[in-house]
């Protein structure tokens, strides 16, 4: 079965330092990963996905995403972090048609960004 | 390009009744998947439609239903509702082109359930 883990419920960062949020993937077959923001009070904005091709992914408002086969990871980062970066992050990957057949989310990473 | 639209934004409901949730996708988006939200269980898929056909299905109760419409408009039934319906429904549209697994889902500002 298809599945995403976020091993940190929390990430803290200091305004203007990068910042990191992991996820690790379990999947058959091609892997197709997805990064959603949210926001207090808000539905998911899309930031970014890996499909195929280059393992560094770039997205929305200067985000980007590295994907490691061997690790199993697609870690999502951003060289410099601003305080309206925080917000909760989602990690997804597409499942298999049927039950699982859409997106597969992780538990979500509450980011936290200081000035 | 309007986004997805999701009405009514809130609700109160009490244990029993039924309530019916609506999204309209994006323009040209064919694909609707409905979502659930809640603070212990997570995100969980519960269906998606695509040409007025639930394509697929989460792991809810029969109490969980859904219908699209030809001009791709979803609406999402929840009959005899618990308590543990509380949540934030959450809707997205996709292009779906293809078999679809590479689409990209774009999300609705979802409509939040609360059932007394």
């Known amino acids: 079965a298809q599945s995403v883990a976020q091993p940190e419920d929390q990430v803290n960062v200091a305004e203007g330092n990068p910042l990191t949020v992991k996820c690790t993937y379990s999947v058959s077959g091609n892997p197709y990963l997805f990064w959603y923001v949210q926001y207090p009070n808000r539905g998911l904005q899309f930031l970014l996905k890996y499909i195929t091709g280059d393992n560094l992914v770039k997205g929305s408002y200067g985000f980007e995403a590295e994907f490691n086969k061997s690790q199993t990871s697609f870690h999502l980062k951003k060289p410099s972090a601003l305080v309206s970066d925080s917000a909760l992050y989602f990690c997804a990957v597409r499942g298999l048609r049927g039950s699982q057949g859409n997106l597969i989310f992780g538990k979500g990473t509450k980011l936290s960004v200081k000035p | 390009k309007a986004g997805v639209t999701q009405t009514p934004r809130y609700l109160i409901k009490t244990r029993g009744q039924q309530v019916t949730l609506s999204c309209s996708p994006i323009s040209g988006h064919r694909s609707v998947s409905w979502y659930q939200q809640t603070p212990g269980q997570g995100l969980q898929f519960l269906f998606e439609y695509f040409s007025e056909t639930q394509r697929n299905k989460g792991n809810f109760p029969g109490r969980f239903s859904g219908r699209q419409f030809s001009n791709s408009r979803s609406e999402m039934n929840v009959s005899t509702l618990e308590l543990g319906d509380s949540a934030l429904y959450l809707c997205?549209?996709?292009?779906?082109?293809?078999?679809?697994?590479?689409?990209?889902?774009?999300f609705g500002p979802g409509t939040r359930l609360t059932v007394l």
């Open positions: 997205a549209s996709s292009l779906a082109k293809g078999t679809g697994e590479a689409d990209t889902q774009y």
